[in-house]
C-alpha cells in the first residue's frame, strides 16, 4: 500500500531527529516541519520584548503577548527547506543562538504557548504526508501518527555533533557549554508538568549513538515502508 502517513520523530536534544526528519520528508516528497523552531521563535520573541532574560520571566506578560505573535514557515528553494518567519521576518539564524538555547525550556514550559503552537501544528498536519519533529509529537500533537520514531544517542556523541554543527555556522561555542545546554534542557524537558518529552507507548527507539547517517536512514526507510 503507497499512502500519504504522518511521521512523528521525538527524542531529546540534538539526537538527530531534524537531520533525518529532513531526509526523509525530502526522499518522500512530504512536508518538513520542525516544532522547536516554533518554541525557539517564541522564546526569541520574549526576549526581544523583554519578558525573559537568564535573570527574570515574567510569564504572564509573555502570556498576554501571544495573541500578537505570528509563525510560519517559507519554503526557501535555495536550501530546499522551510525557515521559521516570526511576525513576517525570517529569524532561522537567531533562533538557534545560545541566548536562545538556554531560554527555550523554560518557555516551552508554558501551557498557553504550547497550546497555541500545538493548535497550529494540528492544523499543518490535517492532509497527512508530514515529517514534524518535537518534543511531543507522538504523544501529543499526532497520537494517531501511522509512524512514531523517538530518538536517542549518548549526551557525549549529542555534544560533541551539536557543538561541531554551531562552530561549522560561525559561532563561538564550547563542548562544554554546549554539553552542559544539552544536559539542562534534557531534564526541563523531561520535567514539565505539560507534555513532557516521554516516548509514547507506540513508538520505536532508535538509538544513533553509533549509526552513521546511512546506516540510520536506511533503518528509518525501512520502518516507513513497513507501515505505509
Ligand atoms: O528541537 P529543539 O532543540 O530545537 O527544541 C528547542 C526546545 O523547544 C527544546 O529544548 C524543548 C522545546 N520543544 C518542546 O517543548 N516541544 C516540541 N515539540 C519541540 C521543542
Redesign the pocket.
Known amino acids: 500500500m503507497d499512502r500519504k502517513i504522518t511521521i512523528a520523530i ?1 527524542g531529546f ?2 539526537t538527530g ?2 537531520t533525518i526528519a529532513k531526509q526523509l520528508a525530502k526522499k518522500l516528497n512530504y512536508v518538513y516541519v ?7 521563535a517564541v ?1 526569541l520573541c520574549a526576549i526581544q520584548q523583554g519578558y525573559i532574560s537568564p535573570t527574570h520571566f515574567d510569564e504572564a506578560g509573555l502570556i498576554s503577548h501571544l495573541p500578537n505573535v505570528t509563525l510560519k514557515f517559507v519554503y526557501n528553494t535555495e536550501i530546499a527547506h522551510s525557515e521559521v518567519y516570526l511576525n513576517g521576518v525570517n529569524v532561522e539564524g537567531e ?2 543562538s545560545m541566548e536562545v ?1 538556554n531560554l ?2 523554560k ?3 508554558l501551557p498557553q504557548v ?1 497550546e497555541k ?2 493548535e497550529q ?1 494540528r492544523s499543518m498536519g490535517l492532509e497527512k504526508g508530514i515529517v ?6 507522538g504523544t ?2 499526532f497520537p494517531d501518527a501511522e509512524l512514531k520514531l523517538f530518538m536517542n544517542a549518548g549526551a557525549a556523541a549529542r555534544a560533541e555533533r551539536r557543538t561541531a554543527e554551531l562552530i561549522e555556522q560561525g559561532r563561538e561555542v564550547t563542548y562544554e557549554e554546549v554539553l552542559q545546554n544539552i544536559e539542562e ?1 534534557d531534564y ?2 523531561t520535567h ?1 508538568k505539560d ?1 513532557p ?1 516521554q516516548k509514547a507507548v507506540d513508538a520505536i527507539e532508535v538509538d544513533n549513538t553509533t549509526l552513521t547517517l546511512e546506516e540510520l536512514f536506511d533503518k528509518i526507510m525501512a520502518l516507513v515502508n513497513s507501515v505505509k
Open positions: 521525538d536534544s540534538s531527529k531534524s520542525d516544532t522547536g523552531a516554533m518554541y525557539r522564546t533562533i538557534r538555547s527555550v525550556s518557555v516551552a514550559a504550547r503552537l500545538v501544528q514534524m519533529d518535537g518534543r511531543d509529537i501529543v500533537v534542557r526541563q524537558d514539565r507534555s518529552l
